[in-house]
């Protein structure tokens, strides 16, 4: 059983644990921060990382929707794109990936990306497939043609 002698002793018991207890709090909610701090500095670091090693390639087909499919054979893999539609190819930013493009009886040859280009931005590179040819643009507003359609077969 707890005699206390005064009001006074009570009130500075009182106090002293409404401090402590206050302190308690307060550390709690400090180390619950820096671990969110933490945590969101360690995802943020591996988006960062992760964003750095790789790079998009968009291919955008302008090919008229009466034509079928074009079929790509890349280093890195095959797909078909449907005409008037896009496709979005995530690759090691130190790989070179390139591509032998099928439409109709008419085939390309295009080096879809190259580490040693200049890319400005961070949209990677956008490659437009259109009945002429194939142009490609490292900043997703001027485009240079980098390859033309020939027949099957024809170097």
Known sequence: ????????????????????STYVVFFLALVFVLFNV??????????????????NITFKS????????????????????PSQQDHIMAVSI???????VYRNHLEATITA????????????????????GLLQSLDGFFFEKKATWKPLGQK
């Open 1 to 20: 059983m707890c005699v206390y002698l005064s009001h006074n002793v009570y009130l500075n018991q009182t106090l002293r644990n409404f401090k402590m």
């Open 38 to 55: 933490s945590t969101d500095a360690k995802h943020q670091y591996n988006q960062t990382t992760n964003a750095k090693s790789r790079i």
């Open 62 to 81: 302008l090919i008229p929707l009466s034509e079928r499919d074009l079929y790509f054979d890349c280093k890195v893999g095959t797909f078909l794109l």
């Open 94 to 100: 130190d790989q070179v990936v390139s591509c032998h």
């Open 113 to 132: 990306f190259d580490p040693k280009s200049k890319l400005i931005g961070h949209l990677g590179v956008v490659w437009l497939i259109r009945p002429d």
